[in-house]
Nanobody, 117 residues
């Protein structure tokens, strides 16, 4: 089992920045992917960014160049730096952890982000 705790959501004006953090605990020793999904009101949950054990990262096209994901393998944390935020980024952001061998996926409870225009 893996437990995830997110922090850093809040309210920001368009053009501003926020940094989300997620701490994982439990059975985190396997090769994994950690990252963030988001779900806006009335929309499906969508993948925002992923960081893989060993370094590779991946981003949704809509956030490339404005969001940066980083991880600390020693601390089992992943962060998402969000710059030049747009109102359409308003959503609940969910941290996830996926074991690459078993494909078992765990979710954090979510942290809300609101970008005002």
């Amino acid at each position: 089992q893996v437990q995830l705790v997110e922090s850093g959501g809040g309210l920001v004006q368009a053009g501003g920045s926020l940094r989300l953090s997620c701490a994982a605990s439990g059975n985190t020793h396997s090769s994994n992917a950690m990252g963030w999904y988001r779900q806006a009101p009335g929309k499906q949950r969508e993948l925002v960014a992923t960081s893989y054990t060993g370094g590779p990262t991946d981003y949704a096209d809509s956030v490339k160049g404005r969001f940066t994901i980083s991880r600390d393998n020693n601390e089992n944390t992943v962060s998402l730096q969000m710059d030049n935020l747009k109102p359409e980024a308003t959503a609940v952001y969910y941290c996830y952890f996926r074991e690459l061998l078993s494909q078992k996926q765990y979710w954090g409870p979510g942290t809300p982000v609101t970008v005002s225009s």
